[in-house]
């Protein structure tokens, strides 16, 4: 009885590996579908962060190439509202020197789009923010 019990256990436990096997290959192939399909051009932004990057710097670095890239000009307030969310979304952490980091293009461009959107009035209230920002991002996240 036990042992006949160990092998429908057997048999269970193959046929949970099998159909489990069988159903990642199918959301694998269903996500490469899913990511040729109304993906922007560019996949994301990629850079390697270095000694006092933060993740906001990067993203601000993402919004104003994506700007330069797609001929978007967004106010300074824009792009702190911009980075500010996107940094939010990422739920981003500290970096450390020599990490890479893909700023995903769909939620730039996001993120861009809403800034684009802002009212006067929340123009005005991202606008408090602005002297306290270093807009030259020359340096952030590229090697030396």
């Not at 256990?9 to 990642?24: E, I, P, R």
């Not at 996949?43 to 797609?70: C, F, H, L, M, W």
Request: charged share 20%; net charge negative.
């Amino acid at each position: 009885m036990v042992v006949a019990g160990m092998a429908l256990l057997a048999v269970l436990a193959y046929q949970a590996v099998a159909s489990l096997s069988v159903a990642t290959a199918q959301e694998e192939q269903t996500a490469e579908v899913g990511d040729q399909v109304g993906q922007p051009e560019q996949s994301g932004y990629v850079y390697e962060a270095q000694p006092g990057d933060t993740y906001t710097q990067i993203a601000r670095k993402a919004i104003q190439t994506y700007g330069i890239d797609n001929g978007v000009n967004l106010t300074q307030a824009g792009i702190v509202f911009a980075e500010t969310n996107l940094t939010q979304e990422a739920a981003a952490g500290d970096l450390a020197a020599g990490q890479e980091i893909t700023v995903k293009g769909d939620l730039v461009k996001k993120w861009v789009e809403a800034a684009g959107k802002l009212s006067e009035a929340e123009q005005k209230a991202w606008d408090v923010y602005v002297p306290f920002v270093d807009f030259n991002t020359d340096k952030v996240g590229e090697s030396s």
